[in-house]
């Protein structure tokens, strides 16, 4: 199962997209990839190893002074099924 945490502060939003496996791996990049390419704000992204042996893709938009990164994190939620966002 993909989970997700959302944070946000003042020009700053940041989406963090955990799984545990190869395939939910290459389901999250590939997702996200496709996603953030149709845009024109381009975000920092980088990968964690966490407990369990899951990885985490942390996205992240500075200086998002429209909020413009809510849309694209909705739209990255949606198209990996998640229903709910901590």
């Known amino acids: 199962m993909i989970d997700a945490e959302f944070r946000s502060e003042e020009r700053f939003s940041r989406l963090s997209l955990a799984y545990k496996d190869e395939?939910?791996?290459?389901?999250?990049?590939?997702?996200?990839?496709?996603?953030?390419?149709?845009?024109n704000m381009k975000p920092e992204l980088h990968?964690?190893?966490?407990?369990?042996?899951?990885?985490?893709?942390?996205v992240e938009y500075h200086d998002d002074n429209g909020r413009e990164a809510g849309a694209i994190f909705e739209e990255i939620m949606k198209a990996l099924e998640i229903k709910e966002c901590i």
């Open 23 to 39: 395939s939910e791996k290459l389901q999250v990049h590939s997702c996200v990839e496709k996603i953030i390419a149709k845009h």
């Open 47 to 58: 990968t964690t190893s966490i407990s369990n042996g899951r990885e985490v893709l942390v």
